[in-house]
Every structure is written in structure tokens, then in C-alpha cells.
């Protein structure tokens, strides 16, 4: 009986906006189980899809973390770090120079390092 | 004679630095310095070591003992002490206390942890840099992954192991 039946022309005949009107959202949002859906779901994965990069670059979200670890020793070490990455680039440069081969940064990664290795 | 914009060394705070440099090879500034650094660190350590020694025995023989510079025992001494000091720093945690101060760190030349056997090698073949007027440095400067004489034996690289673009939004949060 159900074989017979054209269940696209029966879908074609149902309201579905009216169907939705007498739907209680909140009534089915009980009956969802959150705890159970959220632990279907691999969050790792999800996060690894999300830029932190950019998200913290165009944020405030960044300044706020780096506020918050911020100190007057970390201050200078940040200084004296870029101070001297500064003198790294300049010399970089005049040897690119030199050797008429226009310098575009300092090199690397190596191909193995993993991501957040060294800090 | 006019000196052109991006010639001179910034003297500015850490916004200089635009990109995060963690991972990128060091270059010869932050190496050098770190090294400086750890020549005064291991000196000024054993320095104390030997100062504690003579009051040691001044206090316990009564006997002053006067350490001089050319003292082949302190020579010898302090060749063992150094090369505990830079094998051991290399061995546990890739960075001596310079490397640390300026944010660089040793790495295998694939970008792995640096094993202890490495960390020996490179200790032992360090000096060999030295010779011939420091020509074993000159791959920091030229090669494309500024790998120095001792690095290419022992198989190893120096990279940046700080974050500058944390330490340019610090800048940011307080300005």
C-alpha cells in the first residue's frame, strides 16, 4: 500500500509553513538531549578548522590574553628579543645585498617542526 | 650619502616584528648574543665555584689557595664545566639560559628535539667553528638555513622559539 502511494505529490500538498506554526520550538529543545549531541561531536576537530590567527589579529581577544600575561620582565624580554631579531633582519638584508639575492625573511620552518614547538 | 628607509636597525618597541617568527632559523645577531650571554653565565658561575672552593679550604686547611688564569688545572676545569654546561642545556631542554633570554632554541636539521648524543656532538665540535678567524660561523650568514660548522656536524639548527606577534599585540594592549 505504501509503495503505491506518490509520497512527492503528498509532500507538494502539505503546508509545511503551517505544519512549523504549530510546532513548539521550546517544547522540542527540552527533548533534546544537548549533553548527548555535544559528546557526538569532536570538538578538536571542529577547532582545528577555526584561524585563531586571524581570529586573534582582528579581535581584541588577543591584547586581552596578552594583557593578561603581560609583566614589566616580559616587557623587556619582549624589547630585547625584538631589539636584537631587528639587528638579525639588517644584517640579513645587506648580506642579501650583497649577494644580489633580494632577502624575503628569515627561513624555515624546518619541515618537521611541530606547530608551537620551542615556546 | 642618504640612508634609505628599512637600512637602519629599529630602535622601535616590539611592533617591529609583524609575523610570528617561531620555527624560522635564528640569524646571527640573536646567536651571537645568546652565546655572549653564555660565556658570561658559565664564567661567572665558575668563577663563584672557584671562590668557593678557596674559602672552602681556607676555612677548613687554613691554607689560601690563589687560582691564576693560566693555571692549565684551571683551564682544564673550566673546559669540563662549560662543555657540561652547553651539552646538558642542549640535551634537556634545547636552549642554554642565553638561548632562553633571546628566544632562540636548538633543533634537530628536520626540526625535531635535539637528542643527547647531538647535543654532545655539537658541544664537542663547537670550538671547530672558532678556527681559521671564526670561518665556521660564516654559514649563519650565507646559508640558507643558517646552519654554523658545528650545526652541520652534530645536524642540528638554531630556530627562534618566541612568539613576536604576542609580543607585538602586548605592545598594542598597552598602548
Known amino acids: 500500500m505504501v509503495s503505491a502511494l506518490d509520497v512527492n505529490a503528498l509532500l507538494d500538498q502539505v503546508d509545511l509553513n503551517a505544519v512549523l506554526d504549530?510546532?513548539?520550538?521550546?517544547?522540542?529543545?527540552?527533548?533534546?538531549?544537548?549533553?548527548?549531541?555535544?559528546?557526538?561531536?569532536?570538538?578538536?576537530?571542529?577547532?582545528?578548522h577555526i584561524d585563531v590567527s586571524a581570529l586573534v589579529e582582528q579581535t581584541d581577544l588577543g591584547a586581552v590574553i596578552a594583557a593578561?600575561?603581560?609583566?614589566?620582565?616580559?616587557?623587556?624580554?619582549?624589547v630585547v628579543r625584538s631589539q636584537t631579531v631587528g639587528l638579525d633582519e639588517f644584517i640579513a638584508r645587506w648580506i642579501g645585498r650583497l649577494r644580489r639575492r633580494p632577502y624575503t625573511g628569515p627561513p624555515g620552518p624546518p619541515d618537521r617542526l611541530r606547530p608551537g614547538a620551542g615556546s | 650619502m642618504t640612508a634609505r628607509a628599512g637600512d637602519a636597525p629599529p630602535s622601535g618597541p616590539p611592533a617591529v616584528v609583524r609575523e610570528s617568527l617561531q620555527g624560522k632559523y635564528a640569524g646571527f645577531a640573536s646567536r651571537f648574543t645568546a652565546f655572549a650571554v653564555d660565556v658570561g653565565v658559565s664564567l661567572g658561575v665558575f668563577m663563584l665555584a672557584l671562590a668557593a672552593v678557596s674559602f672552602a679550604a681556607l676555612v677548613l686547611t687554613g691554607k689560601d689557595i690563589t687560582w691564576h688564569k693560566g693555571d692549565i688545572w684551571v683551564i682544564i676545569a673550566y673546559a669540563v664545566w662549560a662543555f657540561i654546561y652547553f651539552a646538558y642545556s642542549w640535551a634537556a631542554s634545547g636552549r642554554t639560559a642565553g638561548m632562553a633570554l633571546f628566544g632562540v632554541r636548538v633543533v634537530t636539521d628536520d626540526g625535531t628535539d635535539a637528542s643527547a648524543r647531538r647535543a654532545v656532538v655539537r658541544t664537542l665540535a663547537l670550538p671547530l667553528s672558532f678556527l681559521f678567524l671564526g670561518l665556521g660561523f660564516v654559514g649563519i650568514?650565507?646559508?640558507?638555513?643558517?646552519?654554523?660548522?658545528?650545526?652541520?656536524?652534530?645536524?642540528?639548527?638554531?630556530?627562534?622559539?618566541?612568539?613576536?606577534?604576542?609580543?607585538?599585540?602586548?605592545f598594542l594592549s598597552r598602548g
Open chain 1, 68 to 78: 593578561s600575561s603581560s609583566g614589566v620582565a616580559g616587557d623587556v624580554l619582549d
Open chain 2, 141 to 170: 650568514l650565507l646559508g640558507d638555513r643558517r646552519r654554523a660548522l658545528h650545526d652541520v656536524i652534530a645536524g642540528t639548527a638554531v630556530i627562534y622559539s618566541w612568539d613576536a606577534r604576542a609580543a607585538r599585540l602586548r
Open chain 1, 22 to 48: 504549530q510546532v513548539d520550538i521550546n517544547q522540542l529543545l527540552d527533548r533534546i538531549d544537548l549533553d548527548r549531541l555535544l559528546e557526538r561531536i569532536d570538538l578538536n576537530d571542529v577547532v582545528k
